[in-house]
T-cell receptor, first 116, second 113 residues
């Protein structure tokens, strides 16, 4: 158990819909990262938050947005869903931000999104 | 552009055998390199973290090597077990103003009895 909690574990929805994925980082970790992993593909970095502020942005679509709340949990919002958005979405956390990053990155178990 | 290339894409070995997975990277400036194990449908779990000055690091039956000059790393698995069946992901962190984690696509290892 990494200490990173993601909900829901599985989600099935229709095209055009909107979903929210939730992540609670490990106790004491200030950074949250979101990754997308499509079938048989590598992990694609979406976005990072550090202590409530956006720190880095990857290949995140405009239809996707995220935020980190004062209690440090984070939510990833996916809207106008398309079939191609079906994937595993992972959240990871670390103590610090990426600057001088030498520590561990802890991943949650992922949320599997299926868009029909 | 920072890139991490892993080979082979997939590998099948018999239980009890050894194997070596490769990682080549073009990441600059280099800060550290990590190997993760990802079971199917699960989150990646860290195996090792290696900095510029470290050539070898072990974690049980897993031994990672790093050659910073040639920008290559390998992960050697000794006496493989069925539970080693997973994807192994190489990740390189670049620092000093270009803070970025670059992920390889992984090597899918299948250990068969």
């Amino acid at each position: 158990d990494s200490g990173v909690t993601q909900t829901p574990k599985h989600l099935i929805t229709a095209t055009g819909q909107r979903v929210t994925l939730r992540c609670s980082p490990r106790s004491g970790d200030l950074s949250v990262y979101w990754y997308q992993q499509s079938l048989d593909q590598g992990l694609q970095f979406l976005i990072q938050y550090y202590n409530g502020e956006e720190r880095a942005k990857g290949n995140i679509l405009e239809r996707f947005s995220a935020q980190q709340f004062p209690d440090l949990h984070s939510e990833l919002n996916l809207s106008s869903l398309e079939l191609g958005d079906s994937a595993l979405y992972f959240c990871a956390s670390s103590v610090g931000g990426l600057a001088g990053f030498a520590g561990e990155l802890f991943f949650g178990e992922g949320s599997r999104l299926t868009v029909l | 552009k920072n890139q991490v290339e892993q080979s082979p894409q997939s590998l099948i070995i018999l239980e009890g055998k050894n194997c070596t997975l490769q990682c080549n990277y073009t990441v600059s400036p280099f800060s550290n390199l990590r190997w993760y194990k990802q079971d199917t449908g699960r989150g990646p779990v860290s195996l090792t973290i290696m900095t510029f000055s470290e050539n070898t690091k072990s974690n049980g039956r897993y031994t990672a090597t790093l050659d910073a000059d040639t920008k290559q790393s390998s992960l050697h698995i000794t006496a493989s077990q069925l539970s080693d069946s997973a994807s192994y992901i190489c990740v390189v962190f670049s620092g000093a103003g270009s803070y970025q984690l670059t992920f390889g696509k992984g090597t899918k290892l299948s250990v068969i009895p």
